[in-house]
């Protein structure tokens, strides 16, 4: 048994490899307005009664890990046995963690020093979440090629695969994630409607409780131009006492909660599609990079032309942003109308897409997939850190 950790930008998901599901912890640390003497670690964020103006200290930025006093203090926090419910000793299990593509030298160094000489573990093996999914996803179903795109919280990876190895020159990366649609989002309704740049937690809720991708960006403009009552939506935002979680607001009961003068109400139009519009254009807000679909295409163009319709035909979509509605009929709509006519473009998207790396990880886990690549803690106090390299690498 090995605890499977995948230490996302924004969640972590972590557990034991024999179990089905991971649990969910916010990989920060909060503080609050309306408390301003306490901080919260992680899933502490539940003990908070008033979340309005909460902002959050984050150990990785772009993706890369670059504080690890904080992220000490939130493994800490989550491998604490209360979290992990099991009276277990660390020196008795090995453990998995996930790492961004292209990770940095000292930031893997610092890994292997924390998980071997602060928490003791057993033994370790470290790779990227992608990784982990393209194994499990390849050995189910007896194939040998496929592509990730991994869409989360600060950047966006199309990782092809052969033979269980990434195809490095053909990876792409996107500064494009959730981060950026929520603070998008709040630049809108701020400048149109009311001030939510101190909100993050709120619209970020309203984000994942109201956005769509949009099958067809310019039919769905013309049609929210000319039908507006087909898009909008009222979406009432919390106020942390009678309103925990923010909702979108049926017409036809509007006054069942509170009366209508009591609830804070943001009226969405065709910002419920145009914000997550810029995963697959960003140069809609300034950024200069290609989109998800472009990005999948130029990747996929750099792999050897003969294995390019076993990628296509094996698309994988992980990360947060794989739930937005319609996110995966649209990167079949880009890719089918901008490839080869001849390629057979085929999408997976799992059960749960935030999960489905930590639950593929558990899976190699526990079928022994992985065994021979952990580096045990004999190994690293006689070799160092080499042995890391040298065998994760």
């Known amino acids: 048994m090995a605890i499977i950790l995948d230490n996302g930008c924004y969640t972590c998901k972590v557990g034991f490899s024999n179990e089905t599901r991971p649990r969910l912890m916010l990989n920060s640390i909060i503080k609050a307005k309306s408390e301003r003497r306490t901080s919260f670690i992680s899933n502490q964020i539940n003990d908070c009664k008033d979340l309005s103006g909460i902002f959050y200290l984050l150990p990785l930025q772009k993706g890369f890990l670059i504080d690890w006093d904080l992220e000490r203090q939130i493994?800490?926090?989550?491998?604490?046995?209360?979290?992990?419910?099991?009276?277990?000793?660390f020196q008795e299990h090995n453990i998995?963690?996930?790492?961004p593509h292209f990770n940095f030298t000292p930031v893997r160094?610092?890994?292997a020093e924390v998980v071997f000489e602060e928490f003791q573990f057993k033994g370790f093996y470290t790779t990227a979440a992608s990784t982990l999914s393209s194994r499990s996803y390849l050995r189910e179903r007896n194939r040998h090629y496929c592509v990730v795109i991994d869409s989360g919280f600060s950047f966006t990876h199309v990782v092809p695969y052969c033979h269980d190895r990434k195809l490095a020159r053909a990876v792409r990366r996107i500064d494009v994630g959730g981060k950026l649609i929520t603070n998008h989002m709040k630049d809108l309704i701020s400048y149109r409607q009311l001030n939510v740049m101190d909100e993050t937690y709120v619209v970020n809720q309203l984000k994942e409780g109201a956005c769509f991708v949009s099958k067809d960006f310019f039919a769905d403009m013309e049609l929210a131009k000319n039908s507006d009552r087909k898009v909008s939506c009222k979406y009432v935002l919390p106020d942390f006492q009678n309103i925990k979680q923010g909702y979108i607001q049926d017409d036809k009961h509007s006054g069942s909660r509170l009366a209508v003068s009591e609830e804070q109400i943001v009226k969405l139009k065709n910002e419920r599609f145009t914000v997550p519009?810029?995963?697959?254009?960003?140069?809609?807000?300034?950024?200069?990079?290609?989109?998800?679909?472009?990005a999948i295409v130029n990747a996929l163009d750099a792999t050897p032309r003969e294995i390019q319709p076993l990628l296509y035909k094996n698309i994988i979509l992980t990360g947060g942003n794989a739930k937005l509605p319609g996110f995966k009929e649209r990167i079949f709509n880009d890719v089918r109308s901008i490839t080869n006519a001849d390629f057979d473009v085929q999408i997976f998207s799992p059960e749960d897409p935030v999960t489905y790396a930590w639950e593929c990880g558990a899976k190699e886990v526990r079928d022994?997939?992985?065994?021979?690549?952990f580096v045990s803690?004999?190994?690293?106090e006689e070799f160092g850190y080499n042995i890391c390299r040298n065998r994760f690498f």
Do not use: C, H
């Not at 998995?96 to 790492?99: H, R």
């Not at 022994?368 to 690549?373: H, I, M, R, S, V």
């Not at 803690?377 to 690293?380: A, V």
């Open 277 to 294: 519009e810029v995963l697959f254009n960003p140069s809609y807000i300034g950024i200069n990079q290609i989109g998800i679909s472009e």
């Open 109 to 111: 160094k610092s890994m």
């Open 96 to 99: 998995v963690i996930t790492e």
């Open 75 to 89: 493994w800490d926090y989550i491998f604490s046995k209360e979290n992990l419910n099991l009276n277990v000793e």
């Open 377 to 380: 803690r004999k190994e690293y």
């Open 368 to 373: 022994g997939a992985l065994d021979n690549l």
